[in-house]
């Protein structure tokens, strides 16, 4: 067994763990490990301002890529700093791994003031992550980061964390590592099955609703053709959306706070599939609530989702695309009735979304026309807590899985550039765009030092109202327009954008298209600021 200090053994176990990037900030409790990254080739070292920002890249990085991110952190603010991030990547069921410092061992548990000591740190930590643990010997290093691997390769994915005293890090010991083996599937039950699929074929209507699950287990094909068999059509969830490309017949697009063409169609439907969606308040609104006597089938690979929001009729506990593929097989081995939704009737459905887009929402509309015309089907659009953002859940038309990435129901602010960071540095070569608002883009503006360091050709587009807007918009239409504490003043970010060495444009929203071709051809970071009146929210229209 080869003798290696702690931080020697970090760097090793997660190379051997296929982990190309580490995101971080430099600190005195993980300076072992970068000097074990001396000179390292393979496990390429990212450094970014802030640490929310190092787990926000790790997350884009795990979204486009479906395998682990990894951020490094010191204890105490480090890991406080990182929290919000690693809380949207447990929101979104996105395998990103914590790598935590830790004040020195003889300092654990005393409350003395230690060096960014926080008494104790695991329990900051365990409300945001699948599994968690401290490490106290080199010996044990391996051990503790193929665990949080497995851990977020199995079942449900979410974050993980381990945290390693300083004096660990800088401590040798002899190492020893072990393969990583199969992860073993889990067994599906196949009466459960059957009964699934005899009561979507003997459905009058069946409808499917998709969320990030589908997603995340890469079963958008397997979706498709469970749907194409039935003839039902379905909907997906914001962070769902991909799960099938939204210009398929049988899609019915996103949806949100209770919008989308589904809103339309659900009140007919008779048993409703749900995949990999919690099933959450939004989609519990009255237009597209599940109600008696509809019946569900619930399919989902974390068994603490089922029947939590509404009595499921059936239930499979399984990983998506298992699952998908035994029912469609199951379903086709059956006479699928022709009493089913009529094509003319579902674009109606979608026919009827668009006039209300174009009432509500015309500017936004418009915008998001704009986005889509420029780019291309694998392009990846990165939405922020913003205006555009929500809208672009209801509009913008995603036709690939893994090229739209939202926040889920952590809705965090500031999380879309850092993110769209690290979407970027994983997909060089794809176009990835972020939407991002005033007040969000100034948590993270810093990171456009980041992308001119390493060269993250990412298109920014701020959209700029001088305002946290959603909060503005929240006074004037419920507190008679009393604002306070809502309008912003901004620098040009334009002209920020320059001073890092980006590029920087401006766009009034008429001419976005023609700025973003722009873009495009630039091949370097470039922020784009369009100026917007403070515009309505989706949830904010009763």
Known sequence: MPIMTGGEAIVEALKREGVEYLFSVPGVQIMSVFDALYGEKDLRLTVVRHEQAALYMAD??????????????????????????????YACSSPVLLLAGQIETKDLGRDGGALHEVNDQLDMVRPVTKWCKRVMKVEEIPGAIQTAMRQMKTGRPRPTEVEIPW????????????PGGNIPSVEVDKQSIRRAAELLVHAQRPLVWAGGGVIVSDSSAELKDLAEALGAPVATTAQGKGAIPENHPLSLGGAYYGFGPVRW???????????????????????????????????????????KSYPAEVAVVADAKVALKMLAEEVQKINVSKRRWDSTELEQFR???????????????QIIK????????????????????????????VRRPRTYITSSYFATLGYSFPTALGAKLVAPDRQVVCVVGDGGFMYALPELATAVRYGINLITIVFNDQAFGSTKSDQQVNFQGRIIGTELNNPDFARVAEVFGAKGMKAEPENLGKALREALDAKKPTVIEVPLPTLIAPFQIM
């Open 370 to 397: 704009s986005l889509r015309k420029e780019l291309d089907d694998n392009a990846i659009l990165v939405c922020g807590v913003t205006n555009i953002g929500y809208w672009a859940n209801l509009a913008y038309e």
């Open 265 to 307: 169609a659900m009140p007919g439907a008779d048993v409703v599939l749900t995949v990999g969606t919690r099933i959450t308040w939004q989609q519990a609104r009255p237009s597209t609530a599940l109600k008696f006597p509809q019946k569900l089938i619930q399919l989902d690979a974390d068994p603490s989702m089922i029947g």
């Open 60 to 89: 884009g990085y795990a979204r486009i890529k479906g395998k682990p991110g990894v951020g490094l952190v010191v204890p105490g603010p480090g890991v406080q700093n990182a929290l919000a991030a690693v809380g949207t990547a």
């Open 167 to 178: 004096d660990t890090m800088r401590s040798s010991g002899k190492v020893e590592f072990f």
């Open 351 to 365: 026919k009827n979304h668009q006039n209300w887009l174009q009432e509500k929402a015309p500017m936004q509309g």
